[in-house]
């Protein structure tokens, strides 16, 4: 089985047009530069969290458990003309095992390869974590290298989304963006569950942590 997957016209249009306005309105009274939010403190969570009514089943199925845990609930933005996002696999900060955990990507409007949408590596779901080092991006902590990325040899799969589309991808899932080349943010939802019989590691926690101070020296050179 694929690391990640497509989930076509799965989401109520209405709910979601209309969570993408109330989106908007929280943006505005956000720092411009930030690219995501967690949203679990936010007043708009319970609303949000209502759509999962919508793949839970799926959820459900692709981590073999009736009681998943939603972990987390992000609103990402893709600014207008912005960077790429390097290529990484979330396990590598998130640091769960065992490889029980996944995520729900929901754009709340169209999204493609030139408005940000993800590159998906073909690899299946028991993908190794591979090395990661510090980004020179900001805002994205770690990358798997260019050299190191041509070494693995698989092929791509990037989603098309029209509003009511989702995806899934596990944990272990590599992936990446080219960037938004368009003149308008992207925006998208991300909801983040894992079984309840996965924990962390502490060792790749620690591992990451290190990871994540060198990023942070780079970025502030």
């Known amino acids: ?10 989401v109520d249009k ?3 047009k209309s969570i993408y306005k109330k989106c908007n309105i929280f943006l505005e009274d956000k ?3 930030e690219n995501y939010f967690y949203l679990n403190d936010e007043s708009l969570f319970d609303e949000i969290k209502n759509l999962e009514e919508f793949f839970l089943k799926d959820v459900k199925s692709l981590l073999n458990t009736v009681t998943p845990v939603l972990e987390a609930i992000e609103l990402h933005i893709q600014k207008a003309k912005c960077q790429k996002i390097p290529p990484h696999q979330d396990n590598f900060y998130h640091c769960i095992e065992p490889n029980m955990g996944l995520k729900i990507l929901l754009p709340l409007q169209e999204l493609n390869l030139d408005n940000g949408g993800l590159i998906f590596l073909d690899c299946d779901i028991n993908f190794s974590i591979q090395s990661h080092t510090p980004s020179k991006v900001k805002n994205f902590s770690s990358e ?8 693995i040899r698989k092929s791509t799969t990037t989603y098309k989304y029209h509003i009511g589309d989702a995806s899934f991808h596990f944990l272990n899932s590599l992936h990446y963006s080219m960037g938004n080349k368009t003149n308008k943010d992207s925006i998208f939802l991300v909801f983040r569950y894992q079984n309840p019989n996965a924990k962390i590691n502490s060792a790749a926690k620690l591992r990451y942590n290190k990871c994540l101070e060198e990023h942070k020296r780079i970025i502030n050179m």
């Open 144 to 151: 798997i290298e260019e050299n190191q990325l041509k070494k």
């Open 14 to 16: 209405k709910s979601i």
């Open 1 to 10: 089985m694929l690391s990640h997957g497509f989930l076509k016209n799965r």
């Open 31 to 33: 720092k411009k530069e």
